[in-house]
Every structure is written in C-alpha cells, then in structure tokens.
C-alpha cells in the first residue's frame, strides 16, 4: 500500500522542479534587475500577528500550537510577514522599499474542490511609493517578469477594491449583506451576486446598477455613463493604464468587478489571465492601511505569481490552448 499524502498537496519530481526552478529564475532575474531584494521569512508566525494583519480575505489557513503553548499558524500569503519585516528591520530606512520573494503559502481548502492547500508564489512587494508610481513600477515588473518566464498571451484585469462596497454602503446596504455580496464577486460568480441583491431591499435603479457594474469591463468601462461614486476610481484606472510603456499598457483590461480576496487591499487591484488557463495565474493590488497596523504608517503595492500555474498555463500556450 502506498503511503497517502494529504488532500490538496503534491510531489513534484525530478523534471518539473527543474521546469519549476527555469520559470523562479527567469522572475527572480527581473525582480533583481528592478532593484528587488530577496527576502525569506518563517513558515510559521504568530497568529496575533497574521490577526493584526486584518487579512480578512483569507482566513488563517493552518494553526498550530508552538512548545510554550504559543498560538501560531502558516502564512497564507507574504505580504503580511514581508509588512512585519518592513516595520520592525526599516522603520528608519529610505523610502521607497523593494522586496522580492520565491516561497510556499498555505490555505485551507474546501473538501472535493481539488484545490491546493500548499502552493509556491513568487512576488514583490514595493513599499513607501507613490501610489500611482508604486502601481505603475509593480504592473511593469509584473509584466516583464511574465514575459521573461516565456509567457505570451496574458492579460491584466484592473480594478479599484473601494468601488463596489462604496455602492454598496450608498444603497443602503449594511456590513453583513455587503460582506455576502462581496464574498459572491471575489469569486467572480456573476449568478450569486444576482441572487444576494434579490435578497435584498433595494430599489430597480439600485438592483439594476449593482448587478451591472461587476460586469463592466474593458474601455467601453472608462466611457459609459456612470454613478457619482464610480467616477473618481475609473478615472484612477484610467490614469494608471495611460502612465504605462505602451507595450504593457495594451495588456490591461480596466474591469470595474475586480475586487480582492485579500482584506487589506484598499485601491487599485489586478489579475493576470492567460487564455491557456481558466484561473488567475497572479493577483495583487494597493494597500493604504497594512503598514499602519504595524506601527509604520506608509502605503504599499505588491503581487504574487503562483508559480504552479504559471508553469500550467506556459505548458497549456506551447500546445496551443486556449482555456480549460
């Protein structure tokens, strides 16, 4: 009988970690050239400070208790251990700060969905920028990495995390509904938005805008007619792409339903798709408030490829796939 491996977790053999360690190299050698430093952090930290974090988007995966009784769990993500290091080692330091990183997260996952509960990211985090520089510096970063590792037909969906629960909160809708709501278009499902705002008291108008804005998407998003409330997030959007290279410019799709999974994000966010696969290959976005919760009040932009993916959706272009 073979020895089982828990659900959600895999061996990877001799011949895709040397793929796997090409496609970290390929990123790593971009994320340096752009003045990144690589950074390691503990697996493990103290739950106090994964909970301080706020990372409400994704919950702490896997807790465990250290020799002394001590609470502590597995990252989920390193932008909040990364704010840790920032804090704590470059409280004096110049702004702005550049860290990069190749290393394994951990969530919880849900049983029979054939998710993975260990999966390795590869990111930077660029810390005390100017928001729109910082957003501009990562997305470019971002995309030559991408381009590095091999990849071709990706695309950036971008989008401000503030906007729908703005609309939200001036239907009148109070934190719990919004949090089911926001929960429905984190996970991009179009038939569950519908039905949490049938559920709720709204007005035609209201219904009608809610369900529609998290369809919006591409320039055609910059240019329709929109609520008050819509218009200052598009014009950030819009004066996003248009400070880019024009090469990596082309590659954004403004979409006015992009909203995180991760909690601290505050403003601009963004997604890479690939037509080779049917799931973000890399997410990330701006973040006003997490630094503060750490006693160091600066703002921060960061993202994170999963690699896995990566590798997935480089295998699905080279056989000519387009989604899965």
Known sequence: MNARIPSGTRDVLPEERAELRRIESSLLGVFSEAGYGEVSTPTVEYQETLQRAGATGAPLSYRVLGEAGEELALRSDMTVPIARVASSRYQDAEMPLR??????????????????????????????????????????????????????????????????????????VGPADSESVLRELADRDYVG??????????????????????????????????????????????????????????????DLGRFPRMGYYSDIVFEVYDPALGEPIASGGYYAELLGRFDMPVGGVGFAIDVDLLHAALAGEERGETGR
Do not use: H, W
């Open 99 to 172: 860290f990069c990183y190749v290393a394994p997260a951990y969530r919880a996952v849900t049983p029979n969905r054939g998710q993975p509960r260990e999966f390795l990211q590869a990111g930077v985090e660029l810390i005390g920028a100017d928001k729109t520089i910082g957003c501009s510096e990562a997305l470019t970063v971002l995309c030559r990495a991408l381009e590095a590792s091999g990849l071709r037909d990706f695309y950036v969906g971008v989008g401000d995390a503030s906007l729908y629960p703005a609309l939200l909160a001036s239907c009148g």
């Open 193 to 254: 938005i519908d039905r949490e705002l049938a559920s709720l008291q709204l007005t035609g108008d209201q219904a009608a805008m809610l369900a529609a804005v998290p369809r919006m998407r591409g320039s055609e998003a910059l240019t329709e007619p929109l609520d008050d409330l819509l218009a200052k997030p598009v014009q950030t959007i819009s004066e996003l792409i248009e400070s880019l290279d024009a090469d990596v410019s082309a590659r954004m799709i403004p």
